[in-house]
Nanobody
Framework: QVQLVESGGGLVQAGGSLRLSCAASGRTFSLYTGWFHQAPGKEREFVAAISWSGASTYYADSVKGRFTISRDNAKSTVYLQMNSLKNEDTGVYYC???????????????????WGQGTQVTVSS
């Protein structure tokens, strides 16, 4: 079992920055960890993913150049640095972990085995 807890969300003005954290407990090893975004009234969408070693990272086109995913395995924590935030970045951000042996590169959303409860990010004009 893996428990994931997100933190770092909040209210920020457009153009500002936030850093989200995803702390893992229990079985902390995961092959991939990803961040997903669910805007109000919309489906959850992929944002970014990182491999266990940190050597491989993937981003949605909408966040490339603005968001950076990283991890500190000694702290069992994955981060999402969000810069140049836009109104459309508003929503709940979830982290998720892949522990199964077979998955895509990057993993598809249904291949994530564990999910956190999410943290709210609100970007104001």
């Amino acid at each position: 079992q893996v428990q994931l807890v997100e933190s770092g969300g909040g209210l920020v003005q457009a153009g500002g920055s936030l850093r989200l954290s995803c702390a893992a407990s229990g079985r902390t090893f995961s092959l991939y960890t990803g961040w997903f975004h669910q805007a109000p009234g919309k489906e959850r969408e992929f944002v970014a993913a990182i491999s266990w070693s940190g050597a491989s990272t993937y981003y949605a086109d909408s966040v490339k150049g603005r968001f950076t995913i990283s991890r500190d395995n000694a702290k069992s924590t994955v981060y999402l640095q969000m810069n140049s935030l836009k109104n459309e970045d508003t929503g709940v951000y979830y982290c998720a972990a892949v522990t199964r042996s077979q998955y895509g590169i990057p993993p598809l959303s249904y291949q994530y085995d564990y999910w956190g409860q999410g943290t709210q990010v609100t970007v104001s004009s």
